[in-house]
T-cell receptor, first 113, second 114 residues
Framework: NAGVTQTPKFQVLKTGQSMTLQCAQD?????MYWYRQDPGMGLRLIYY???????DKGEVPNGYNVSRLNKREFSLRLESAAPSQTSVYFC????????????FGSGTRLTVV | AQKITQTQPGMFVQEKEAVTLDCTYD???????LFWYKQPSSGEMIFLIY??????QNATEGRYSLNFQKARKSANLVISASQLGDSAMYFC???????????FGTGTRLQVFP
């Protein structure tokens, strides 16, 4: 099925551990995004990539790095996880400048203890 | 700077009634897009409706319509004939044309009661 696949769906990390959240799409979309969702704060943009080979910071980039490996894949890395990074992470994709909805993955629930 | 504001943390509406969810935005980019998403308790993000900054008419999609007032920088979502299944979080979002960056408001929790 066409769509956006995020892995893993759930993860528990200890403070200081590192991990990479994976996002892959088969929509042939140019733009990809990483968001975090916390209660009462909506979705906040961490990083985005308007095209293969480019990445830009969003609203809350500190503590994260990203890689746009190719057109299909956009990964988010936590080098040294902190409890403040406990959140639900969503990946999204879109046609650049498109006038229809963005496609979201099902989310990754991350807990840092 | 790009900004989206939703001032209603929660709203209640009776089944079959209409409800308006407020959204205001700020941007210096003349080309932008406005979106509304629904997030039920299951967590997925469901696209509802889109309005482009140059669109002359308000967008409509079934029971959803977007009341776009460009001079006031508002993009309110109107849900007509509310149903119990409309109970969810609703997010307003804006994409700037120059950067393609999409940002969200903090959301409004809508509860529909019988």
């Amino acid at each position: 099925n066409a769509g956006v696949t995020q892995t893993p769906k759930f993860q528990v990390l200890k403070t200081g551990q590192s991990m990479t959240l994976q996002c892959a799409q088969d929509m042939n979309h140019n733009s990809m995004y990483w968001y975090r969702q916390d209660p009462g704060m909506g979705l906040r943009l961490i990083y985005y990539s308007a095209s293969e080979g480019t990445t830009d910071k969003g609203e809350v980039p500190n503590g994260y790095n990203v890689s746009r490996l190719n057109k299909r894949e956009f990964s988010l890395r936590l080098e040294s996880a902190a409890p403040s990074q406990t959140s639900v992470y969503f990946c999204a994709t879109a046609v650049r400048g498109g006038n229809y909805g963005y496609t979201f993955g099902s989310g990754t629930r991350l807990t840092v203890v | 700077a790009q900004k989206i504001t939703q001032t209603q943390p929660g709203m209640f509406v009776q089944e079959k009634e209409a409800v308006t969810l407020d959204c205001t935005y700020d941007t210096s980019d003349p080309s932008y897009g406005l979106f509304w998403y629904k997030q039920p308790s299951s967590g997925e993000m469901i696209f509802l409706i889109y309005q482009g900054s140059y669109d002359q008419q308000n967008a409509t999609e079934g029971r959803y319509s977007l009341n776009f007032q460009k001079a006031r920088k508002s993009a309110n979502l109107v849900i007509s004939a509310s149903q119990l299944g409309d109970s969810a979080m609703y997010f307003c979002a804006m994409r700037e044309g120059m950067t393609d960056k999409l940002i969200f408001g903090t959301g409004t929790r809508l509860q529909v009661f019988p």
